[in-house]
């Protein structure tokens, strides 16, 4: 595959056979070859014992995304630098009848210039160091992180049962452990030349990374809650938070631990969010007892179809596209003021998330309980205090001010 897990310093010794391989998605699901060229590798690692393959499965840099995987050792790298990176849903005490989107989307722009409170006793509160990147907490980060206001679509039974309902406002936050992830991550490849044979399981290498990464986890829900905090403020609004559900970590299952690179992990009748991308529909769904079958993983969102480079010259080629990439059908509007960034997120990025609940569906892992449609999608925002100052600069006005900082 095109990023090996091993290197030409640190050979890996291939498992004696490979380990069980488990599809969960079906034929008329879009997966390209070369994820299921790095699942096939994947399972001639060291310990590795079964593999669970959702619809959203994709390349990624170390292995396939959108894979819960059981081993008897620790596979850092499988889990990469966003640890603890989920998925948050919040229910608004702000009714749909009442929103303006337009105005919405004005006050969101500037969300992560809200007050929070001190960080540092955030911090200790969550039962973390007051000292463990208090400046971070509260952001969303880059790539496919995001904060949106949704609606309900469609309604189940069971959704309304559930409590979710039909006529409030939802937020839904994906975001990470940001620079703490990142720093635990590139620690542990700089300091191991073995790491891609994975860590034992009670080695200190292993209870230190170990140690390390539920840190990150439980800091990464605190994030996915701060950025709720901060989007309910700007919307003068209260929130209350419904699931919250981390896709990139690692879980003891007792003799293994069970990854879960880029798929939800989940318990049997917990409701969990199944995002789309910014143009099409997320879901809430129901986990079934047969997610035992899954390593106790579903898909977390759509995935995606085309990479990231490829999708310069396939959409946004002029201004004109890129704006009208912020807007969906539902009259939803995307905040994101970094062109590579509104064209690498467009919609056509990634599958189809209603296929991917589909297949989760057929194959008897979850139930759906809601449908949610995006109108409002937070990304990326300039600094306005900064674009002011640069309009004022004198190159700027000779040039006419042509808007370099926007789309």
């Known amino acids: 595959m095109g990023n090996s897990i091993g290197s030409e310093s640190s050979p890996v010794t291939p498992a004696i056979s490979p380990a069980v391989i488990n599809h969960f998605f079906s034929g008329s699901t879009?997966?390209?070859?070369?994820?299921?060229?790095?699942?096939?590798?994947?399972?001639?690692?060291?310990?590795?014992?079964?593999?669970?393959?959702f619809p959203d499965l994709h390349p990624g840099k170390y292995g396939a995304t959108g894979v819960a995987l059981a081993s008897d050792r620790l596979h850092p790298l499988l889990i990469g630098n966003d640890i603890g990176c989920g998925m948050s849903l919040f229910r608004l005490d702000l009714p749909l009848r009442k929103l303006k989107i337009d105005k919405a989307a004005e006050r969101l722009r500037r969300l992560e210039a809200e007050e929070i409170g001190n960080p540092a006793l955030l911090l200790e509160e969550a039962g973390l160091p007051a000292s463990l990147a208090p400046d971070a907490l509260g952001?969303?980060?880059?790539?496919?992180?995001?904060?949106?206001?949704?609606?309900?679509?469609?309604?189940?039974?069971?959704?309304?049962?559930?409590?979710?309902?039909?006529?409030a406002l939802y937020l839904l936050v994906h975001s990470g452990s940001r620079t703490l992830g990142a720093a635990l991550f590139s620690g542990a490849v700089?300091?191991?030349?073995?790491?891609?044979?994975?860590?034992?399981?009670?080695?200190?290498?292993?209870?230190?990374?170990?140690?390390?990464?539920?840190?990150?986890?439980?800091?990464?829900?605190?994030?996915?809650?701060?950025?709720?905090?901060?989007?309910?403020?700007?919307?003068?609004?209260?929130l209350h938070l419904v699931a919250d559900v981390p896709h990139n970590l690692v879980?003891?299952?007792?003799?293994?631990?069970?990854?879960?690179?880029?798929?939800?992990?989940v318990t049997p009748g917990v409701l969990a969010p199944i995002a789309g991308s910014r143009a099409s529909l997320s879901y809430a769904v129901c986990p079934t007892a047969d997610?035992?079958?899954?390593?106790?993983?579903?898909?977390?969102?759509?995935?995606?179809?085309?990479?990231?480079?490829?999708?310069?010259?396939?959409?946004?080629?002029?201004?004109?596209?890129?704006?009208?990439?912020?807007?969906?059908?539902?009259?939803?509007?995307?905040?994101?003021?970094?062109?590579?960034?509104?064209?690498?997120?467009?919609?056509?990025?990634?599958?189809?998330?209603?296929?991917?609940?589909?297949?989760?569906?057929?194959?008897?892992?979850?139930?759906?309980?809601?449908?949610?449609?995006?109108?409002?999608?937070?990304?990326?925002?300039?600094?306005?205090?900064?674009?002011?100052?640069?309009?004022?600069?004198?190159?700027?006005?000779?040039?006419?001010?042509?808007?370099r900082e926007r789309y």
């Open 190 to 238: 700089s300091t191991r030349a073995d790491l891609a044979a994975g860590l034992l399981q009670g080695s200190e290498a292993g209870l230190a990374w170990l140690a390390s990464h539920d840190q990150c986890v439980a800091w990464a829900s605190l994030n996915r809650r701060l950025i709720a905090a901060r989007a309910a403020a700007a919307l003068r609004a209260d």
């Open 30 to 53: 879009w997966i390209e070859g070369a994820a299921l060229d790095q699942l096939a590798e994947m399972s001639r690692l060291p310990g590795v014992s079964k593999i669970a393959a």
């Open 139 to 167: 952001t969303i980060g880059g790539g496919n992180h995001f904060c949106e206001l949704q609606a309900v679509d469609t309604l189940a039974e069971g959704g309304a049962a559930a409590g979710l309902d039909g006529q």
């Open 291 to 403: 997610v035992s079958r899954s390593l106790g993983g579903i898909s977390h969102g759509a995935g995606r179809k085309y990479d990231r480079a490829s999708m310069h010259g396939r959409a946004g080629r002029n201004r004109s596209e890129r704006e009208q990439l912020l807007r969906n059908a539902w009259g939803g509007i995307a905040i994101c003021d970094d062109r590579a960034l509104v064209v690498e997120e467009a919609g056509s990025a990634y599958k189809d998330a209603g296929q991917v609940v589909a297949d989760l569906e057929n194959e008897k892992l979850v139930t759906v309980f809601a449908s949610f449609r995006p109108l409002v999608t937070f990304k990326k925002a300039v600094d306005e205090a900064e674009v002011e100052q640069r309009r004022r600069k004198p190159e700027y006005r000779r040039e006419g001010g042509r808007g």
């Open 251 to 265: 879980r003891s299952s007792g003799r293994d631990f069970v990854h879960y690179k880029g798929a939800a992990a």
